[in-house]
């Protein structure tokens, strides 16, 4: 059974960092895409970053240059670090795991598992 358990959200100010982590067990994909995606309330959830087997990245353009994904594939471990921290930065974000066909879309539906979340407040 697959499990992903978030941690390392928090509040904030402006400018401000923070390192989301994701421990992820019993995924068994040789091939797959690992992403963060985020929702705001009343607001649809939005892929942010991902991730490949191949350690391929992607990025939506509201991040790029401030987030940066990575993974520890001996810890099982999938991070996000957030820099330069905005207010619309303020979030539930969820770590997600699929399997990969051809590249990693920042789109919900190709992710088969979801942790339960994390929140992000950044204030202003």
């Known amino acids: 059974q697959v499990q992903l358990q978030e941690s390392g959200g928090g509040s904030v100010q402006a400018g401000g960092s923070l390192r989301l982590s994701c421990a992820a067990s019993?995924?068994?994909?040789?091939?797959?895409?690992m992403g963060w995606f985020r929702q705001a309330p009343g607001k649809e959830r939005e892929g942010v970053a991902a991730?490949?087997?191949?350690?391929?990245?992607s990025y939506a353009d509201s991040v790029k240059g401030r987030f940066t994904i990575s993974q520890d594939n001996a810890k099982n471990t999938l991070y996000l670090q957030m820099n330069s921290l905005k207010p619309e930065d303020t979030a539930m974000y969820y770590c997600?795991?699929?399997?990969?066909?051809?590249?990693?879309?920042?789109?919900?539906?190709?992710?088969?598992?979801w942790g339960r979340g994390t929140q992000v407040t950044v204030s202003s």
């Open positions: 991730i490949d087997s191949d350690g391929g990245t």
């Open positions: 019993g995924y068994t994909y040789s091939s797959y895409c």
């Open positions: 997600a795991a699929g399997p990969r066909f051809t590249q990693c879309l920042l789109t919900p539906g190709r992710f088969d598992y």
